[in-house]
């Protein structure tokens, strides 16, 4: 079984800075592809950063510049440093993770979501 929770959200004046993670425990062989994920009231989940398993990253044009995603493998655990907040980004984030098991296969996982709340 493998368990997939974020942490770190809150609430932030804009312009103001924050970092959520995401971590991974349970029978994992190894993590793949991992990406973070955005949901506001009234909209569709969108993505807002992904990273490979080597480290290749891609960004949302709305958050280019501002976000940063990273990954720890031994620690099995996703970052995102989230700079110069805006109340526009304010949202559930959830994680995704691409979880190899012991026989080999990929597997997907959704996190429960962390509240991001930026104030104006």
């Known amino acids: 079984q493998v368990h997939v929770v974020e942490s770190g959200g809150g609430l932030v004046q804009a312009g103001g800075s924050l970092r959520v993670s995401c971590a991974a425990s349970g029978s994992i062989f190894s993590l793949n592809h991992m990406g973070w994920y955005r949901q506001a009231p009234g909209k569709q989940r969108e993505l807002v950063a992904a990273?490979?398993?080597?480290?290749?990253?891609r960004y949302a044009d709305s958050v280019k510049g501002r976000f940063t995603i990273s990954r720890d493998n031994a620690k099995n655990t996703m970052y995102l440093q989230m700079n110069s907040l805006k109340p526009e980004d304010t949202a559930v984030y959830y994680c995704r993770s691409t979880v190899v098991g012991a026989d080999g296969h990929d597997y997907l996982y959704w996190g429960q979501g962390t509240q991001v709340t930026v104030s104006s």
């Open positions: 990273i490979t398993s080597d480290g290749s990253t």
